[in-house]
């Protein structure tokens, strides 16, 4: 948590502008800010650091808890192609012109990561149980066939081409304490809620069967967890655009310090993960100042080079 708010506060201090790290003090005597500081401070920076920190957080949350439930340390939060849904929901609400306000992208994008989600469910039940491997594979084939939908759209975006790459890329330009509002209320309950399965997490560490030996109602726990983190990822694509890898490493980073634990490895891949994130935006938005690079694009530089270790590490030690 130190560390947490040791980052925000520094976080704030960077990138263009009149307001500096060096008057970074000032947050805690704003009338010593002149009026355009106090713009640049809580109506640009503070709600983007915010921001970046809720959305890293809800996607490192995620695929912890997802990784426990597939138990493959290799699932990420985009499993339930959730990533591709949300940008066909972007793709439709840029080309077909329909305007509500702010909200248009981040609606669309919410509402299609969601009913990808429920696609995969529904494709994925076998009777009255869902079984990892079959919704694994739904996922994929479900991803597969969105993206090619995105892909069309693109191909006839025309002068909107632009915005939909961008938008694909994943930032937080337009970052305000509107989005923040989006964001927060699904973490308020979904961190508390995927905190209070952590014991029936560990038991899946051992095998399906054996949890549901002591005790653990595995269908109905995967329902419920499968459900928080859906609506836990839409919340956060819907506002950042897609951001990988962020919710497959930082899970392995507090593996790594030798927390496997899930009663603590949640609480702290999200602490992780937003921090992570937030420092990514950090370096997205002032590594060539005045320009500002897709956060994505940032994510996937540091992500793969750990990816490829992660996999050499699991041949070496099958």
Request: hydrophobic share 55%; no cysteine; glycine share 12%.
């Amino acid at each position: 948590m130190i560390l947490v708010l040791g980052s925000i506060f520094l976080a704030q201090g960077f990138g263009g502008g009149r307001y500096q790290i060096s008057d970074s003090l000032s947050l805690f005597s704003s009338s010593t800010l002149s009026p355009s500081e106090r713009i640049i401070l809580f109506e640009i920076r503070l709600p983007r650091v915010i921001l970046s920190f809720l959305v890293g957080g809800s996607l490192s949350l995620g695929g912890a808890a997802l990784q426990g439930v597939f138990q493959n340390p290799l699932v990420d939060p985009y499993v339930l192609g959730i990533s591709s849904g949300a940008a066909l929901g972007a793709v439709i609400a840029i080309l077909s012109g329909v305007y509500l306000g702010f909200f248009t992208i981040p609606l669309f994008a919410f509402s299609m990561a969601l009913f990808s989600a429920f696609l995969v469910f529904h494709l994925g039940k076998v009777g009255k149980k869902f079984p990892l491997e079959v919704l694994l594979l739904a996922g994929i084939g479900v991803g597969f066939f969105f993206s090619a939908l995105v892909s069309l759209g693109m191909f006839l975006a025309g002068e909107d081409l632009h915005q939909l790459i961008f938008w694909t890329m994943g930032g937080f330009w337009n970052s305000s304490w509107r989005e923040v509002k989006m964001v927060l209320p699904f973490l308020i309950v979904g961190l508390p809620v995927l905190v209070s399965f952590s014991r029936e997490l560990n038991a899946f560490l051992l095998g399906e069967k054996v949890a549901e030996s002591l005790g653990v109602e595995v269908e109905k726990v995967k329902k419920w967890l499968l459900l928080v983190v859906s609506l836990l990822v839409a919340s956060a694509v819907a506002v950042s655009g897609v951001i990988g890898f962020v919710g497959l490493v930082v899970p392995h980073l507090i593996r790594l310090l030798g927390i496997r634990d899930h009663r603590h490895l949640l609480p702290f891949s999200f602490l992780l993960g937003g921090g992570v994130l937030l420092w990514a935006d950090t370096l997205a938005r002032t590594i060539l100042n005045p320009v500002e690079l897709p956060v994505g694009i940032i994510t996937n530089l540091l992500g793969v080079p750990f990816f490829i270790y992660l996999l050499q590490k699991r041949k070496r030690n099958p």
